[in-house]
């Protein structure tokens, strides 16, 4: 049954979703609360480095498990892959850190919950971008 379960794409998205946000919330945690990062400014920056911590795992889970098994490894291909893929996520990446962190920062949303509900704006859009990006 479980087995079963993970041959769908769709709940490997999700099982990688979550812990590629795991990673995220856990870097961003350890930023502010270990680091110091603590003013809005500091957050938001430890918030683009927690990003990108998450986008480089995100890439690798999401190449290797959820969209292509790697029995076929072209390093071109995935080096363009990675390119493009980091690309696509810049454009969640800034809306989410120059509109939606301070937004919801400047309301005093916990900044974990801002996270959070800025990671869940573009889960969506991302699975379908996603998809294309690993078939090319």
Do not use: C
């Not at 812990?19 to 430890?46: C, D, H, M, Q, W």
């Not at 493009?84 to 990446?93: A, Q, V």
């Amino acid at each position: 049954m479980i087995i079963s379960l993970l041959n769908s794409q769709k709940i490997r998205f999700l099982i990688a979703g979550i812990i590629a946000v795991s990673i995220n919330v856990i870097s961003l945690i350890i930023f502010v609360e270990v680091f110091g990062f603590r003013s809005p400014f500091l957050k938001s920056i430890a918030n683009i480095f927690a990003m990108e911590i998450g986008t480089i795992f995100s890439f690798l889970i999401y190449r290797f498990w959820v969209w292509e098994p790697a029995n076929k490894i072209d390093s071109k291909q995935i080096i363009n892959q990675f390119l493009i893929f980091h690309l696509t996520l810049g454009f969640g990446i800034a809306i989410r850190s120059f509109i939606i962190f301070p937004a919801l920062e400047w309301l005093k949303v916990n900044y974990v919950l801002n996270v959070v509900i800025g990671i869940l704006i573009f889960t969506i859009l991302n699975y379908f971008i996603n998809g294309k990006v690993f078939k090319s």
